[in-house]
């Protein structure tokens, strides 16, 4: 049988899927070495496990300029990661270590990288969508042609400051948006219990360009992403992106006994079906723009460098006692 060959459209934009491809891998993997530092005891606190949604994080930062803004929620590694943030530092952080983005003194919900346009993850549910619109309000009156993009988790849908900045964000036509990933339980409830009507109806209501994706669809988040920070960066106004996904762990790494909110098949139905690593790659290697050793060798490669950066992590030091009150505020 003689194989197609890539149409130009792939050849053209293979690097990019490569790319994105490499950058869910690190997520990952740097997410299954938080969930291994959490089980062996050796990471203070906890975390909550972004594996399961990464074509969310990476579709959307691909279209940012590294000089864009986003804010990210208490699941944030794979924001962090996908917008260029350092594994090493990030592994710092989460360990406590001086080196790490807070000086080991954030942890994994605080986490913060102004080099790459970072403002924050936040461990206040839409803590941070003031954060994000005020950035947007700056890059308009600075006129510097950024963009802020704002995650949130469809928890947020419940909280009142969310629809304060969606109208002030209409109002002054802010180049911002607001990514949505529904990926269907805050904590322990399924978001049909607590979210009346129509999602994007919230946003459309207030004027906002609206829309609905896979969120388990790198490409599709993509190029929906792409004409929303497109429109906002030539001022058209905000966006509203609402994503469908799932988290494959827990609510965070403690929640190992899930079965009472939700069934193991359903959780399998997903991770089987529907993974956007695994169906990604089918995509790359049915469009010929890698084969499955190439896929399997950066696989390899992506996972030793998450393993290094953990090394490097936990071989830096902690910072001195007396500098327990540098750096805070309060
Ligand atoms: C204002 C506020 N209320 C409650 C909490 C407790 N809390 C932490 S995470 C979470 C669920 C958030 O769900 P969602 O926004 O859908 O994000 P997901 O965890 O599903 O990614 C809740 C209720 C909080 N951190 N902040």
Excluded at 26 to 54: C, D, K, S
Excluded at 216 to 221: I, L
Excluded at 223 to 238: K, S, T, Y
Aim: charged content about 20%.
């Amino acid at each position: 049988m003689t194989s197609l060959a890539p149409t130009p459209q792939v050849i053209e934009k293979a690097e990019l899927w490569l790319r994105m491809y490499r950058q869910m891998l690190a997520i990952r993997f740097f997410e299954n070495q938080v969930n291994e530092l959490y089980t062996r005891a050796l990471m203070p606190g906890l975390a909550h496990l972004y594996i399961g949604e990464e074509a969310v994080a990476v579709g959307v930062c691909e279209t940012l300029e590294r000089t864009d803004y986003i804010t990210s929620t208490h699941r944030g590694h794979g924001h962090c990661l996908a917008k260029g943030a350092s594994p090493d530092l990030m592994f710092a952080e989460l360990l406590g270590k001086k080196a790490g983005y807070c000086k080991g003194k954030g942890g994994s919900m605080h986490i913060a990288d102004p080099a790459t346009g970072n403002l924050g993850a936040n461990a206040i549910v839409c803590g941070s969508a003031g954060i994000a619109t005020g950035a947007a309000f700056s890059a308009k009156r600075l006129a510097n042609g950024r963009v802020s993009v704002c995650f949130i988790g469809e928890g947020a849908l419940g909280q009142g400051v969310l629809y304060e900045v969606m109208n002030l964000a209409e109002l002054f036509k802010l180049p911002v948006i607001y990514v949505c990933e529904n990926n269907l339980y805050s904590e322990y409830t399924h978001f049909s219990e607590t979210t009346a009507g129509d999602i994007l109806a919230r946003a459309t209501a207030f004027g906002l360009h609206a829309a609905s994706v896979d969120g388990q669809n790198v490409r599709a988040v993509y190029e929906h992403a792409q004409i929303l920070v497109e429109r906002a960066r030539r001022g058209a106004g905000p966006g509203f992106l609402l994503c469908n996904t799932y988290r494959y762990h827990g609510h965070h790494v403690g929640d190992i006994n899930r079965e009472y909110y939700r069934s193991r098949r359903e959780e399998q139905t997903w991770k089987t079906e529907r993974d956007p690593i695994a169906n990604f790659a089918k995509w790359l290697i049915e469009q010929k723009v890698a084969t499955v050793k190439e896929l399997d060798e950066l696989s390899a490669r992506v996972e030793t460098e998450m393993k290094k950066a953990v090394e490097f992590a936990m071989a830096t030091p902690y910072p001195s006692p007396d500098e327990v009150a540098e750096d805070v505020y309060a």
